[in-house]
């Protein structure tokens, strides 16, 4: 069983669609994340949820939404996609405390046209 | 602020060479330290941690120490592989609750044999 899944692993998609990316972890983890990893690998936290709540929102467009139906899923929203938003993006998911490992999905690389 | 300043790569080893990854940290309070692997096509998967100061981290014949003195946690291996070829980030969560993790930019390793 893969423990955080995400899908679509490949996403292409023309400018001023609207899209979204799927993430579920069965590890029963309190806290969920994406990250977005630019072209020379670069890992930038978006947001995180813990309990169903956003505790952190760094300084993401608000195209970007992430919703979460329940504590096993973090979806991540995009509204009017730009071609700077073409990225891999992750997601990731942990038990609560700052020493504890996170887990992270495959990711899904979006390209946008 | 937390931030890590991570070795800039790449870089090109050959074949059971010594490995020196250098990574330093800024945080508050006393944040536990971390190694992530990327290998191609993949998400990032945990190598190594430590949580306390002198506390050492070793996995797969990698390891790095903790030094609160000078803010760093470099990772070495004694004898690359070619299957050791990947992006290694050096991150940090701070202790405030919000298990963000906040990651280097990344090195890129490639092992020749």
């Known amino acids: 069983d893969t423990a955080v899944s995400q899908t679509p692993k490949y996403l292409v998609t023309q400018m001023g669609n609207d899209k979204s990316i799927k993430c579920e972890q069965n590890l029963g983890h309190d806290t969920m994340y994406w990250y977005k990893q630019d072209s020379k690998k670069f890992l930038k936290i978006m947001f995180s949820y813990n309990n169903k709540e956003l505790i952190i929102n760094e300084t993401v467009p608000n195209r970007f939404s992430p919703k979460s139906p329940d504590k096993a899923h973090l979806n991540l929203h995009i509204n009017s996609l730009e071609l700077g938003d073409s990225a891999v993006y992750f997601c990731?998911?942990?038990?609560?405390?700052?020493?504890?490992?996170?887990?992270f999905g495959q990711g899904t690389r979006l390209t946008v046209v | 602020g937390n931030s890590v300043t991570q070795m800039e790569g790449p870089v090109t080893l050959s074949e059971e060479a010594f490995l020196t990854i250098n990574c330093t940290y800024t945080a508050t309070g006393y944040p536990s330290l971390f190694w992530y692997v990327q290998y191609p096509g993949e998400g990032l998967q945990l190598l190594l941690k430590a949580t306390k100061a002198d506390d050492k981290g070793s996995n797969k014949g990698f390891e790095a120490t903790y030094r609160k003195e000078t803010t760093s946690f470099h990772l070495e291996k004694g004898s690359v592989q070619v299957s050791d070829s990947a992006v290694y980030f050096c991150?940090?969560?701070?202790?405030?609750?919000?298990?963000?993790?906040?990651f280097g930019t990344g090195t890129r390793l490639t092992v020749i044999p």
């Open positions: 990731a998911s942990s038990r609560q405390g700052g020493d504890t490992e996170a887990f």
């Open positions: 991150a940090l969560t701070d202790q405030t609750g919000a298990n963000n993790l906040f």
